[in-house]
């Protein structure tokens, strides 16, 4: 069975521009969740979308903005981009919280700002 | 492949008990480090603990301990004095060189009184 995908691995944009990030769920899983991974230690919470809603969402600015499409894919774009955009973003994917709540994460995106 | 195995599903604990996680990690690598991460009901990731593997002591943040046994490649987390609010899913994970960080598929923990 495959597990979560995320496109691209790697992601290098300029200051200003915009940045698309692509996650595909576990097939059954309807909740996706995004995260930020920066300097090395801190995960910081994104977005969460389950059954194409957006259920909860991290304290980012509206740049930050993502969708779930009916096959429960989803994408994360990020506006106007910023230095200290440069991160690893990850995608989880679960059932609908309240299930299993066992949650598979994607390798991750690596987006780097110059 | 890195792995990550966390074989609870889930666990239930009375209020005021201590609970232990369990959290096994594969890797060849010398130097990585593990973390342990506390998921609520609202889907954000609450960083609990960090362990690296020079460390030769067990790491502590409060209620929150890591029982790191090197040779067996496990890195349990004890939660002592349990308290309703602990209920959550609970993930361990690791980062190693690469910067790539590795998660398990999590244990939900239900705290009772």
């Known amino acids: 069975e495959a597990g979560v995908t995320q496109s691209p691995t790697h992601l290098i944009k300029t200051r200003g521009q915009q940045a698309t990030l692509r996650c595909s769920p576990i097939?059954?899983?309807?909740?996706v969740y995004w995260y930020q991974q920066a300097l090395g230690l801190g995960l910081q919470f994104l977005l969460w979308?389950?059954?194409?809603?957006?259920?909860n969402r991290g304290n980012f600015p509206p740049r930050f903005s993502g969708r779930q499409f009916p096959n429960y894919s989803s994408e994360l774009n990020v506006n106007a981009l910023e230095l200290e955009d440069s991160a690893l973003y990850l995608c989880?994917?679960?059932?609908?919280?309240?299930?299993?709540?066992?949650?598979?994460f994607g390798e991750g995106s690596r987006l780097t700002v110059l | 492949a890195q792995k990550i195995t966390q074989t609870q599903p889930g666990m239930f604990v009375q209020e005021k008990e201590a609970v232990t996680l369990d959290c096994t990690y594969d890797?060849?690598?010398?130097?990585?480090?593990l973390f342990w991460y506390k998921q609520p009901s609202s889907g954000e990731m609450i960083f609990l603990i960090y362990?690296?593997?020079?460390?030769?002591q067990n790491a502590t943040e409060g209620r929150y301990s890591l029982n790191f046994q090197k040779a067996r490649k496990s890195a349990n987390l004890v939660i002592s004095a349990s308290q309703l609010g602990d209920s959550a899913m609970y993930f361990c994970?690791?980062?190693?060189?690469?910067?790539?960080?590795?998660f398990g598929t999590g244990t939900r923990l239900q705290v009772f009184p």
């Open positions: 989880a994917s679960s059932f609908s919280y309240g299930m299993t709540g066992e949650l598979f």
């Open positions: 097939s059954g899983h309807t909740s």
């Open positions: 979308y389950d059954e194409g809603e957006e259920r």
């Open positions: 890797t060849s690598d010398q130097s990585y480090g």
């Open positions: 362990q690296g593997s020079y460390d030769e």
């Open positions: 994970a690791s980062l190693y060189n690469t910067d790539k960080l590795i």
